[in-house]
């Protein structure tokens, strides 16, 4: 059984920054692709970051410049640096990791198609 755990999520103002982690257990994040989702009431759940097993990655528009992916094989250990931040970057924000979508299509990876999600961790940006 996989399990993910996020942690790092809190409050920050408009234009500060946060660095997610999502660690691993009973899974190898070096071993496939993995990605960090984010959902806010109301809206469905966005792609935000991911990245593949060769380390391609692929992000949202919306956070292109803002946010970035990373890993840590040797810790088992996935990041999420948000820089920027935005008031409408508040949302749960979730790791997730065992990849079943497209893979031939890269952009895939922001697709909700995996198997393995953590709990979440709550991102509140004030303006």
């Known amino acids: 059984q996989v399990h993910l755990v996020e942690s790092g999520g809190g409050s920050v103002e408009a234009g500060g920054s946060l660095r997610l982690s999502c660690a691993a257990s009973?899974?190898?994040?070096?071993?496939?692709?993995m990605a960090w989702f984010r959902q806010s009431p109301g809206n469905v759940r966005e792609g935000v970051a991911a990245m593949t097993y060769y380390g391609s990655t692929f992000y949202a528009d919306s956070v292109t410049g803002r946010f970035t992916i990373s890993k840590d094989n040797a810790q088992n250990l996935l990041y999420l640096q948000m820089n920027a931040l935005k008031p409408e970057d508040t949302a749960m924000y979730y790791c997730?990791?065992?990849?079943?979508?497209?893979?031939?299509?890269?952009?895939?990876?922001?697709?909700?198609?995996?198997?393995?999600w953590g709990q979440g961790t709550q991102v509140i940006v004030s303006s």
């Open positions: 997730a990791t065992g990849f079943r979508g497209d893979a031939a299509r890269g952009g895939a990876r922001l697709d909700p198609a995996y198997a393995y």
């Open positions: 009973e899974y190898t994040f070096s071993s496939g692709s």
